[in-house]
């Protein structure tokens, strides 16, 4: 707390959401098949200070959260950064959209690719009357889908959104996932982007 002159205390800006931290922490030392334990020494933390962290009880200063960046081989970001939806839809007809001023023709953008990402693309086609249920791809897979035709419910288990035509969404492709054409001539492009 800082004087503010009047008497009064200022509040301390508030950091992190412990939850964030926690979360993130879990998420990456499980994907990195590491105990508490182990990524508590590579850390140089003690093993309490890390399960509390992970309990979201614990107050982490940025040289604990560093610390742990570096024995995970991950950025900094990846435990600090806000989290993101966990999906994205974009409706037909949203989105921003540029005109060229010399031909008809429109560009929306969908998704700005990161640098140093690996995208493939692929055209799908369903029928109605099977689900296409996908296991996690590696981690820090994200799915972009934008429906061509017929109807599609997508999405991660539990988060399923239905799409038509013209629609986008994108989602987290390292959790499982599910596709179900709703309507015959289902067909959609797929962008699986990897880190």
């Known amino acids: ?33 590491l105990s508490l334990s182990e990524l508590a020494k ?15 009880s614990g107050n982490p200063g940025i040289e604990t959260v560093w610390a742990l960046a570096v024995a995970l081989g991950v950025p900094f970001s ?3 950064e806000s989290p993101g ?19 008809s023709y429109a560009g929306t953008l969908l998704s700005a690719g990161p640098v140093g ?11 109605p009357g099977s689900v296409r249920a ?12 934008i429906l061509s035709t017929g109807r599609l419910a ?5 988060e399923s959104v239905e799409l038509a035509p013209g629609d ?14 709703l309507a015959p001539g289902t067909t959609f492009v797929l962008i699986m982007q990897h880190t």
């Not at 990402?117 to 029928?127: P, S, T």
């Not at 590696?138 to 889908?145: C, D, F, K, R, Y």
């Not at 997508?154 to 539990?158: F, I, L, M, N, Y």
Request: zero cysteines.
């Open 1 to 33: 707390m800082t004087d503010v002159g009047n008497g009064a205390a200022a509040p301390r800006p508030a950091g992190l959401p412990r939850e964030w931290i926690a979360a993130a922490l879990r998420r990456e030392r499980v994907r990195a098949g």
């Open 42 to 56: 590579r850390a140089g933390i003690a093993k309490s200070t890390l399960s509390q962290l992970e309990a979201a």
């Open 78 to 80: 990846v435990l600090a």
């Open 85 to 103: 939806p966990a999906v994205t839809v974009i409706r037909a007809g949203e989105g921003p959209t540029i005109h060229a001023e010399q031909a």
């Open 117 to 127: 990402v690996r995208r493939d693309i692929y055209h799908g086609a369903m029928e």
């Open 134 to 145: 996908s296991e996690p791809h590696i981690p820090g897979s994200v799915e972009h889908l």
């Open 154 to 158: 997508a999405g991660p288990v539990g």
């Open 168 to 181: 986008y969404m994108s989602y987290r492709g390292d959790v499982p996932h599910a596709y179900e054409a």
